[in-house]
């Protein structure tokens, strides 16, 4: 795993594959992004492009970015350092994770990737925007190239402005999971005219389109679903596991419990409810997300939960 780097200067372009939802009138496709690669899949590949691209311009060989323990995005940076050539550092939010890297699957898959880990408390994480705090990261640790908690800035939007190809002017619906909003900033931008874009937020709150959108160019485009976070980011259901793995055995697709699996649920539920007029075509963006299914079963498993069965 891990041996090749995606190239920075030529288009990706993923595949699409057709959902048989029993509905007849709605077409469902799903793009494969998360199939792009198999250590920095999905949107983490994309919003992390243009940023290698700068950082390379400018001569800067260290990445530092922000996560939490089970982070996708910490994941991602970790193996893209490994690929190209960074030292890379990652602020995890949590002092108590610092003796715990063994028995988190992401923790550990960061730090054999050769990431640095820096355990900060909750209280210091929150301030980790603020000019002092990052002065102070670097007068500790020296210079880097920072990248926001979750990745996204002007240069990875501009990555997810690469998702869509002219091929996919014909769908009326493009269906993303919701984090930071990049992700659906970039779909946005691309989308073309008469193209509706529909994001699902993985977070719980009442949320305007603009804290997702500030970097986008065509809100009213744009919908938020807001009904399908399952009590809060990183919070499953039962009811959502149940579904990931009926969707896996139905499609023999993995879906991830903090977006996809959550986005799907909602697009399915949606399509019952008549959301969709008859003859819609839909096309849901698989984001990636699995490298956390290892580390969420791990808890589940605590709480005596339902797993998710294919890994
Ligand atoms: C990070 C992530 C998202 C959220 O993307 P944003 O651009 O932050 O909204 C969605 N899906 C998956 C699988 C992710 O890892």
Redo the contacts with the bound molecule.
Sequence with gaps: MGIFALPLDSDIISENQLIETGFADIKLMIKREDLIHPEVP???WR?LKYNLVRAREIGEPTLLTFGGAFS??IAAVAAAGRLYKFSTIGIIRGEELSDKIDGNPTLKFAAECGMKLVFIPRSQYALKESQDFIENLRSRLGKFYLIPE?G?NALAIRGCEEILTDAERGFEYICT????????SGLVNSAGPNQKVLGFPAIKGIWSKSEFLALADRVDQCELLLDYHFGGYGKTTAELIEFINKFYSDYQIKL?PI??GKMMFGIFDLIAKGYFKPGSSILAIH???IQGVNGMNKQLLKKKQPIIEFL
């Design positions: 999905g949107n983490k919003k996708n995005h979750g996204t999971a919701v984090g930071t909003g990049g992700t659906l991830d977006y996809t984001t990636g997300g």
